[in-house]
């Protein structure tokens, strides 16, 4: 039986849960007047939280662990951060910071101190979203992860319906029964598993799990559920609506890193517990469903005349990506498949999504908010008000297009090479083909921004500070561009302990 | 043929008929009942290990009966969330000028 | 002998489940969902589950019916609105509902041997715990992560009803819960029942320390006599705003994180007790979750506010 040890520095884990915890719990007992600075204060907290963890992993070269009570499990229950789980901690930090700058000039309490319901609202669910996420990211046991899975959808639905006009409700109620149905479908494999192994956490069930049918009929019920979640076709159709319904702030975070909190929970199935090595052809179907979702939804999103509503079916697009990895890790000749190129390339992908994607959500947001709509035919005069904002998009925009000097660029020519390694062309070409089509759609945008504007047009004004949070988002997708193009060391941590 | 493998049969239907209703049903109430009876079915199977897990002195296993717990509150609040949800995308879409109701519950485009 | 009575139960089981389905009118499907509430704690019961069975009585059929019931209550009845889509549709779906029956039917017939369990870990602990009810041992003391996190969903979902509520009425009463025709009975009944659900709501938190019970299921009885009280008109639902109100939401999962943040210095971790002292703490732990539990089940279902806040 695989004995876990808290390690040090585990209790930073602990932190990392809890602190988000305790602050939208101090929100909601206080009263709203402190909300902004609490939540702030949480904030800074938090990022320091994930960087220590972060530095911790990479310090000692081993995954940070932590046995919550002192129980072992798999009577107890274990969190763990190896150098996938510290990686997104990080962006998830990173992440909420830029969007919590930017929220509080649409979430800002009324200078009276009366509590009113949308900043009220927003700040509880924001850093319950976070907890969700920080949940997902380190907990080592299968229920555990149920109950995180439940409390990412009851902080992300009441966003999206925020504004409370009757679209938007409607986008709410299918997104939380879809993610009722997902949830209930992993709570069914989760109950045959533990039938089946008399166990939840996933450590254990890597040493035990045998390549029987039931196991196999489990995994993939819980996988069906979690595909549900992360929206990947054909089981999509309540993303668009939903993320595009919410008001901007929160479809930077549901785009983001709440969509990608069931795939990394695939991943962890696929990788931590199925009986390795998995059936070469369930990878090629979540391969092949990737693929539909990338080229599907990139038609779709040209489609579109709402800027929010492109950006979103775009986000389906981009996540499709992320379904490649299956066959690009298992078909590949490295000795270890964590040191794979399409294993640090899924990674990038993930992270320089997210990043260039909320600074696409944030700025259409600002954009919306000087023009007064977001009709992408009739964006011209966006370019001379917002230049700031408009770049960031542009920017994130070669993140999404996969060119150079950008992460996505990155990540996606790691994808190729592993693709062309593994002799899965049709990957590859997929890869391309999603390229151009993103080019398309992101160029029909700035085009239209870069437009005269109609003659005697009213825009609002909008500070500069939010701009500057857009862009910040912006570059940090850039940056990540520069990284060394070979399989990236730090994602190995942890992943070497699975025999 | 123990009454828990019975019990699992009984589990196993449940979550099929829960599963045609969720498919099946275009208003979201009837939709919100489905997954309500796939639950149930769920937390019987949960069950069933729990009653062949009976050892150490326990009739049945007690970690699968405390997820049960869990579960069964989750279940509710997602119940009372959807519910409320749903009534209010009703009051959101009040009587048209013409007089007429808007489709009550539905989840058409 | 017994199994011809499990057999039965299983009939009514898939009948009622059957007939929650097909049925044309919401308010008939609502009834019989509440009456698979009951049954279903029956089988548990017959499954040595007791602490499920309560908690099934109490939240999965009463507190969950209750909200199915009041949402029928404000529906409009529509023409056929229980109506299923052609019949070559059902038939497709039902077949691959059939599948997933036949899949999970023959991972039933086909148990592990010998079947895995927990239970002796479960035991080995507990004398370290103190306390007889494995249950409530494995919610608050091994799992208590889970049990932490359940109550975070909780507020949440609370947050979820409470933010529908339209920005006039933020902070409001919500809808009054009084029945539309006074009934001499419903008085009654609101007048006599509530101090005894209100011990047995204490003595299922106080008890299922050592026999089935625990926070849920005392939780639950707490607020039911609470709407209880409220539908028979003899009080009125507080004000949303109201920081009493608040706080009584917040103070068991902040208790229960405090407890878990105190165990770093007194037994050297999150979420873990001193020997000998772990009983009185999780007892105190359990009441405050239970006050908490009370709350927001009730306030669920009373869902978002709807009046103005009083000057």
Same mark, same amino acid.
């Given at each position: 039986m695989m004995q876990h040890a808290t390690t040090p520095g585990g209790w930073l884990l602990v932190l990392a849960l809890m602190l988000p915890v305790v602050g939208m719990l101090a929100i909601f007992a206080l009263g709203q007047r402190r909300a902004e600075r609490i939540a702030f204060a949480t904030l800074a907290a938090g990022l320091a939280t994930a960087l220590a963890v972060a530095v911790a992993v990479g310090r000692s070269g081993r995954a940070v662990t932590y046995l919550i009570g002192g129980w *072992?499990?798999?009577?107890g229950i274990a969190l763990q951060a190896d150098g996938l789980s510290a990686v997104l901690m990080v962006m998830t930090a990173v992440i909420l910071c830029a969007v919590g700058v930017f929220a509080r000039g649409s979430f800002s309490s009324p200078p009276d101190g009366a509590e009113t319901r949308r900043p009220f609202v927003f700040w509880t669910l924001f850093l319950g979203l976070w907890s969700a996420l920080n949940t997902v990211w380190l907990a080592q046991d299968l229920f555990s992860l149920f109950v995180a899975l439940e409390l990412l959808t009851f902080s992300a639905v009441p966003l999206v319906s925020l504004d409370g006009s009757r679209e938007t409700l409607r986008a709410a109620l299918r997104y939380l029964l879809f993610a009722l149905a997902g949830s209930v479908f992993y709570l069914l494999g989760t109950g045959l598993i533990y039938g089946a192994y008399?166990?939840?956490d996933i450590a254990t069930l890597h040493q035990? /799990?045998? +390549?029987d049918w039931a196991t196999s009929l489990a995994l993939g019920l819980m996988i069906v559920g979690l595909m549900a979640k992360a929206a990947l076709f054909p089981l999509h159709l309540w993303l668009p609506p939903a993320h595009a319904g919410a008001p901007a702030a929160a479809s930077a975070v549901l785009s983001a890193l709440v969509v990608k909190a069931p795939f990394v929970l695939i991943l962890r199935l696929w990788f931590? /517990?199925? +009986? *390795?090595? +998995?059936?070469a052809l369930a990878g090629a179907m979540l391969a092949g469903l990737g693929a539909a979702s990338i080229l599907f939804c990139s038609i779709m999103a040209l489609r579109q005349a709402r800027l929010k509503l492109m950006i979103a079916y775009s986000t389906v697009a981009q996540v499709g990506?992320? %379904?490649?990895v299956f066959p690009l890790v298992m078909g590949?000749? +490295?000795?270890d498949p964590w040191a794979s190129v399409g294993w640090t390339g899924g990674v990038l992908q993930l992270v320089s999504h997210a990043f260039a994607k909320a600074a696409m959500f944030l700025a259409a947001g600002l954009i919306a908010e000087a023009?007064?709509?977001?009709?992408i035919a009739d964006l011209g005069g966006a370019a001379k008000v917002l230049p700031v904002t408009v770049a960031a998009f542009a920017l994130a925009g070669l993140s999404l297009m996969g060119l150079p000097p950008a992460g996505g660029f990155i990540a996606k020519l790691m994808l190729l090479t592993a693709s062309v390694e593994t002799a899965n062309w049709w990957i590859a070409a997929t890869i391309l083909a999603g390229g151009i089509l993103a080019a398309t759609y992101v160029f029909r945008v700035v085009g239209s921004a870069l437009a005269e504007p109609p003659e005697r047009m009213v825009f609002a004004a909008i500070p500069r500070s939010r701009e500057l949070a857009v862009l910040a988002l912006a570059l940090i997708a850039l940056a990540l561009? %520069?990284?060394?193009?070979q399989p990236f060391d730090y994602l190995a941590i942890g992943r070497g302990g699975m025999p | 043929m123990t009454p828990a493998t019975l019990y699992g049969i009984c589990a196993a239907a449940l979550v099929a008929i829960g599963l045609f209703g969720l498919i099946l049903h275009p208003t979201p109430l009837r939709k919100v009942i489905s997954f309500n009876l796939i639950g149930s079915g769920t937390f019987l199977l949960f069950g069933i290990a729990a009653r062949r897990g009976a050892a150490a002195g326990f009739l049945g296993d007690p970690i699968p009966q405390a997820m049960v717990i869990t579960g069964i509150v989750v279940a509710f609040a997602a119940t009372a969330l959807a519910v409320a949800l749903l009534l209010r995308m009703l009051e959101a879409g009040a009587p048209t000028v013409d007089g007429s109701p808007d489709t009550p519950d539905d989840l058409s485009p | 002998m017994s199994l011809a009575v499990d057999l039965v139960m299983v009939l009514l089981i898939l009948t009622t489940a059957v007939w929650t389905i097909l049925v044309r009118d919401r308010r008939d499907a609502v009834i019989a969902f509440i009456v698979l509430g009951l049954l279903l704690s029956l089988v548990w019961m017959r499954l040595m589950a007791v602490d499920v069975a309560l908690t099934e009585a109490a939240v999965g059929g009463g507190a969950t019916g209750l909200v199915l019931l009041r949402a029928c209550a404000r529906l409009l009845p529509v023409e056929a609105e229980g109506a299923l889509p052609g019949l070559r549709l059902q038939l497709a779906v039902g077949a691959l509902c059939a599948l997933v029956a036949a899949g999970l039917s023959a991972v039933i017939l086909a148990p592990v041997d010998p079947a895995p369990t927990l239970a002796p870990a479960v035991a080995a602990h507990m004398d370290e715990v103190g306390m007889k009810n494995p249950v409530t041992v494995v919610l608050l003391a091994y799992r208590a992560l889970d049990t932490l996190l359940e109550k975070v969903v909780l507020v949440l979902g609370l947050i979820g009803v409470w933010a529908l509520a339209p920005d006039l009425f933020w902070g409001g009463r919500p809808?009054?819960?009084?029945?539309a025709t006074p009934s001499g009975t419903l008085d009654f009944l609101a007048r006599v029942l509530p101090p005894v659900g209100v011990v047995i709501g204490i003595y299922l938190v106080w008890n299922g320390a050592d026999h089935p019970g625990g926070t849920f299921q005392g939780g639950t009885a707490l607020a039911a006599m609470w709407l209880l009280i409220m539908m028979a008109g003899l009080g009125e639902l507080p004000e949303t705003r109201a920081l009493r109100l608040r706080r009584l939401v917040a103070v068991g999962p902040a208790l229960f994180i405090a407890v878990g943040f105190a165990g770093f210095w007194?037994?050297?971790?999150?979420l873990s007790y001193p020997p000998g002292l772990a009983k009185p703490i999780i007892v105190a732990v359990e009441v405050a979750l239970a006050l908490s539990i009370a709350v927001i089940l009730a306030l669920m279902v009373a869902g978002p506010a709807a009046k103005e806040p009083e000057r």
């Open positions: *072992q499990p798999p009577l008399g166990t939840m035990v /799990v045998r +390549a931590d /517990v199925a +009986a *390795q090595p +998995a059936p990506y992320l %379904f490649l590949s000749a +490295a000795l023009l007064g709509h977001d009709r561009g %520069f990284l060394p193009l | - | 809808a009054s819960l009084r029945a007194m037994a050297g971790g999150f």
